[in-house]
């Protein structure tokens, strides 16, 4: 039976349980095979062709959760008002006067209760109706987290408020809270508790919200690496040239690519003859020269001449494409770590909801009355519900996450801080990584009796005429070094081999030392270039000898070797890996500080993702730093990506940190961020819970005040602030 592919969009999943329910749901249908990942809220499934999506799509919304197939022309991209960002808003507005009332007794006017209660109501029942609705569905499934405990938390003081109100002595006007901080039994007709129920929605909703504008993002890796092919191309026809859309061309349609534009798809040179740069696939610093019977490969730059070519890849098969389907693969198989408070869940939950029960049961049991025994439970429920809990994960997130943008350091939320504290080996492109990126006249070495001057003139004249990336390096090294360069006349290129002209008279020839295989070599300089073979080397000759070299080259970056050292301190061992030719690999490993054998060079994409998943086999947690389209899939497979924020929108859609600047000291200072950031969430979470469940005993004796519990949340949600704020004194090491 014949099987066929499907994502589904899903809405509604609020942690990785409503993930695995999802998953197993679709498991169960005969022929499916599901995978669902809760970062990118997505379905990856295979189904027999007779099913039909509607099956697939009836069994999510059966599980509690909505589905749909993705439309091709829909743009993931947010459109209108964020949904969530709105309850937050208005939930925001509504309750911060309603926390504002009930802490701070001088401004309990007559009547303050019934306004608060006003305000309250749409805070609890319509911007946490999300948790309430996650909380049904896992009702029904027997299941509980978070939501559940939110749920009944602030339905409880909710509802309890409305008892009080409407049928105890809390509705009186003129009635006002007290400062009374007594561990005491009290009479609960008395306490309303709108400030909890209000406040926590809201501080849950800012983390939710945190969390939903993280998740929105899983799949920009994706439509960057597709943006980067042509949108359209010169294709050529009986009739001529026309200008069509790329997604037109078929295998064997012949299409032109002139210099500056990228090619449109994969495909074979017919004629002409150019440099491409496919340092955004390849990571090769150098352009690679092609003429006809080469292949080129789609997305790369033409930045030479002329180029026909006839289409030899399209659509899905072309390099690009598997590229995307590598980071797409990769991204699904690191699906979101569980939040920390969702592990902790699935035993606080169950048991603050038995002890709850148990404080009724035992109340009653030893004759104390109802309103009693019903007021200590509901006491439970309600202290259980932590409101600095909403704040643990959040604050410590958006003070770390802007202390770490003042640093040029973005973290891509919670699950990326959790992955800073796994890598022992972290892997390193080398061109615009450990390297600028870019060729640089490096070496100028000139034969006795010849001045070094007169070679940077000669040379710079005539290479300020041609626009391959080589020569454009010489020829700026050049005009840094000598100042105004001379006129150049009789020009001629000779495609993939070098430049002729006449310089002040003098005919000259730049370029490869085979194209002056009619001058004469001097030793020193034959020697020179026997030994130089990491870099590329430009002969530059006169009057029928060769009179120097030009030794140009991806420079390394200064702090680089640093960078290194520094990492090996955060306990990392740190591996070169390139897609440039080893010798070049080995010099600047050498360079900087990276051993011989962890130097891995003249790797493809594909490659990378393999050496990455290869040292993931032999027990290696791997952090990756890269900044071409060539690290994407590797970015997204490693245990922690870091993408360079000088390189591609591809890279850095598929890290978890980006590091805005070029300077690869950020990446020691980008784990050291994270980590702290991480202890702090931790030490939020734990002090969150830690006030509650000290708290848990007072209520469930009935000795909880009602003004001791808002003073105990409040001192909670203060500690878990400044906590958190404590991380704005992060300092870097690298240079601002």
């Not at 340092?279 to 180029?307: F, I, K, Q």
């Not at 200590?376 to 202290?383: H, R, S, T």
Request: aromatic content about 4%.
């Amino acid at each position: 039976m014949s099987t066929q592919d499907v994502e589904l969009e899903l809405t509604g999943m609020t942690c990785a349980s409503c993930a695995n329910r999802i998953e197993r749901k679709l498991n169960k249908l005969d022929g499916v095979t599901a995978t669902v990942n809760y970062a990118t809220e997505r379905a990856s499934v295979s189904y027999p062709a007779d099913l039909g999506t509607d099956r697939l799509v009836e069994t999510v919304e059966a599980a509690g959760y909505a589905a749909r197939v993705p439309e091709p022309t829909r743009n993931d991209e947010e459109d209108g008002r964020d949904p969530l960002a709105v309850r937050l808003l208005v939930s925001t507005v509504l309750s911060v006067p309603v926390v504002v009332l009930a802490m701070v007794p001088p401004w309990q006017f007559a009547g303050w209760q019934w306004v608060s209660l006003v305000l309250a109501l749409p805070v609890v029942l319509w911007g946490g109706l999300g948790f309430h609705r996650a909380a049904w569905t896992n009702l029904r499934h027997r299941a509980t987290t978070m939501d559940t405990l939110i749920s009944i938390g602030t339905l409880a003081a909710l509802g309890w408020s409305l008892y009080a109100l409407f049928l105890g002595s809390a509705g009186e006007i003129g009635m006002s809270h007290g400062f009374s901080l007594t561990v005491e039994r009290g009479d609960g007709t008395a306490n309303v508790y709108l400030e909890a129920a209000a406040g926590v929605t809201t501080f849950l909703l800012a983390g939710r919200w945190l969390e939903h504008r993280s998740k929105r993002r899983a799949g920009s890796a994706l439509r960057a690496l597709m943006d980067l092919g042509a949108k359209d191309v010169t294709l050529l026809t009986d009739d001529g040239e026309r200008r069509v859309a790329a997604d037109q061309l078929g295998v064997g349609d012949a299409f032109v690519v002139r210099p500056g534009e990228t090619v449109a798809t994969d495909g074979e040179v017919v004629s002409g003859s150019s440099a491409v740069d496919t340092s955004m696939l390849t990571g090769e610093s150098v352009p690679v020269e092609v003429a006809a019977g080469d292949a080129v490969t789609g997305a790369t730059l033409n930045v030479g001449g002329r180029l026909l070519v006839r289409a030899t890849r399209v659509g899905a098969d072309t390099r690009l494409a598997r590229m995307a389907r590598l980071v797409e693969d990769a991204q699904t198989g690191k699906a979101a770590a569980q939040r920390l408070a969702d592990r902790v869940s699935a035993v606080f939950v169950p048991a603050v909801l038995l002890l709850a029960l148990a404080t009724l049961v035992t109340w009653l049991a030893v004759g104390e009355p109802a309103q009693a025994a019903f007021t200590a439970a509901v006491a439970v429920l309600i202290i259980a519900c932590p409101c600095a809990l909403g704040l643990a994960t959040p604050m410590a997130l958006m003070v770390g996450t802007g202390r770490g943008a003042q640093l040029g350091i973005l973290i891509k939320g919670p699950e990326a801080l959790e992955r800073t504290r796994r890598p022992d080996v972290v892997v390193l492109d080398k061109t615009g990584t450990v390297t600028t990126g870019a060729m640089s006249l490096v070496e100028v070495l000139a034969t006795d009796g010849t001045d070094e001057t007169a070679v940077l003139r000669y040379a710079g004249a005539l290479e300020e005429a041609s626009e391959h990336p080589v020569a454009r390096a010489i020829a700026v090294g050049a005009r840094e070094r000598v100042g105004v360069l001379p006129e150049v006349t009789d020009f001629v290129n000779e495609p993939g081999r070098g430049v002729r002209g006449t310089v002040d008279g003098t005919a000259v020839v730049v370029g490869r030392p085979g194209l002056l295989t009619g001058q004469t070599m001097p030793d020193d300089l034959a020697a020179a270039l026997a030994t130089e073979t990491a870099r590329t080397t430009v002969a530059v000759g006169w009057d029928g000898a060769v009179r120097g070299l030009l030794v140009v080259a991806d420079r390394v970056k200064d702090t680089s070797a640093e960078a290194v050292a520094d990492l090996r301190a955060l306990g990392l061992r740190p591996v070169l890996l390139t897609g440039d030719a080893e010798p070049v690999a080995r010099a600047v490993a050498a360079e900087v500080g990276i051993d011989a054998a962890d130097v891995v060079a003249g790797v493809l994409p594909e490659e990378k993702v393999d050496v990455v998943r290869r040292l993931q086999r032999e027990g290696h947690a791997v952090a990756m730093v890269g900044d071409g389209v060539n690290d994407a899939a590797a970015l997204a497979t490693a245990d922690l990506g870091l993408a360079m924020g000088t390189g591609t929108d591809a890279a850095i859609e598929a890290s978890d940190l980006t590091l805005v600047r070029g300077d690869l000291r950020v990446a020691g200072d980008a784990i050291r961020l994270s980590r702290r950031t991480l202890g702090t969430i931790r030490g939020n979470l734990f002090w969150a819970f830690a006030y509650n469940v000290a708290a848990l005993p007072l209520a469930a004796l009935g000795l909880l005040n009602p003004m001791l519990a808002g003073f105990a949340m409040a001192a909670s949600s203060l500690f878990v602030v400044g906590n958190s704020l404590r991380l704005r004194r992060f300092s870097a090491r690298a240079g601002t």
